[in-house]
Every structure is written in structure tokens, then in C-alpha cells.
């Protein structure tokens, strides 16, 4: 179990604190105050994770469709860690199941988040080992990507987030969006199947 949690009382300001949106050389933060807030209002009137969780995938594609985010969603591990399935999402439909063909740098974004339990970014997906294109699917033209641990109470990962942008990521979202599920991670007891639909 871990250690401390974060009561939700105090979500916005430890979030705003760990993602340094205070900053001014933060790009884009006005757009990532207004996501914190939006999900700290949320999160004040006690919904459940479930609840909040099922939310933040329309809630960050709404916010940031101008930047070039096309689709964003959970992947959520299966028990027998052989595959990651689909959960709630926002975008075009994409693959689904995610099969894990051997350790990091084998499987894809998605997996390598969840075997090294941190987030990722890829400036260039097409030069991440392994990387898994759903393109030909969704219709998407996925030119970056940015991937999140999400953590069970013992801070164990559960599942991953994953962004599909065609416009270009920064540090600074990698920093924000890692900010942001660690935060969540430590606001609630989060299960695997809160990320499933």
C-alpha cells in the first residue's frame, strides 16, 4: 500500500506544484490550469475513480484537439501480463489487444511505460523500438507519442494511458501528463478495472 495519499482537497495545488505549471517557461500552461481545474472540480464533489477516470479521456481530447492530440486512451494490463486491452478512450477506434512480445524496447510505448513503471515520450514514434501503429485503423497520421503508468495503491502499474498526437510533444507535457496520473495514482485506490468501459 502506499505510504501517503493525496486527499483530494489538495489535488490542484500538489498538482500544479508537481507539473511546475507555475512556471513561465511552461508551454501551453493556461490549457494544462484549465485541465487540473476541470478535474479538481470533478474530483471535489466525490465521484468515484471509476467515475473520474472514464471522463479524463474527452476531457483532455476536448483541451487539446487544437495541439494536434488525436486520440488519447487506456491500455489496461491483463492478469497474466501477456496483453494490454483497450479501455475507455476518445478518438477513432484503434488495435486492440496489445501483445507483449518480450521485455522493454520489444513491445512498444505502451508496454515499455508499464515494464519500466515511468512515463515516456516519443518525439518520433517511428524510432521507438517495437512501436505499434494503428494508423492504418483509426485513420490517425501519429507522428509523436506520450505514455503513462497507472498505478494500483501499492504502486504497482495497472495500465497506461497513451497519447497519439500528430502535432509535436515537449517536455513539458511529458512532465504535465506524468504529474498528473502519478497525482491521480496517489488521490485514490485505483483498480484495473476502473479503466475499462
Not at 511546475?20 to 474530483?43: K, N, V
Not at 495514482?185 to 476502473?194: G, K
Amino acid at each position: 500500500m502506499l505510504q501517503d495519499t493525496i486527499p483530494t482537497k489538495d489535488f490542484l495545488r500538489f498538482l500544479s506544484l508537481a507539473a511546475g505549471t507555475a512556471s513561465p517557461e511552461f508551454e501551453d500552461a493556461s490549457t494544462y490550469r484549465g485541465l487540473f481545474a476541470e478535474i479538481a472540480e470533478l474530483t471535489s464533489s466525490g465521484p468515484s475513480a471509476r467515475h473520474v477516470l472514464s471522463a479524463l479521456p474527452r476531457m483532455i481530447g476536448q483541451r487539446f484537439e487544437r495541439r494536434g492530440w488525436a486520440w488519447n486512451g487506456y491500455y489496461v494490463a491483463r492478469e497474466d501480463a501477456s496483453a494490454l486491452d483497450l479501455g475507455h478512450a476518445f478518438g477513432p477506434p484503434v488495435c486492440t489487444p496489445l501483445d507483449r512480445n518480450g521485455g522493454i524496447l520489444a513491445s512498444g510505448m505502451c508496454w515499455d511505460a508499464i515494464l519500466a513503471n515511468q512515463a515516456l515520450l516519443a518525439e518520433d514514434v517511428g524510432q521507438w523500438p517495437g512501436y505499434v501503429s494503428c494508423d492504418n485503423k483509426s485513420g490517425l497520421t501519429t507522428a509523436a507519442g506520450l505514455v503513462c503508468p497507472i498505478r494500483d495503491a501499492t504502486g504497482r502499474p495497472v495500465g497506461v494511458w497513451d497519447l497519439d498526437a500528430h502535432g509535436a510533444l515537449t517536455a513539458s507535457d511529458l512532465r504535465a501528463m506524468g504529474a498528473l496520473f502519478s497525482t491521480l495514482s496517489r488521490t485514490w485506490p485505483i483498480r484495473a478495472a476502473d479503466l475499462l468501459p
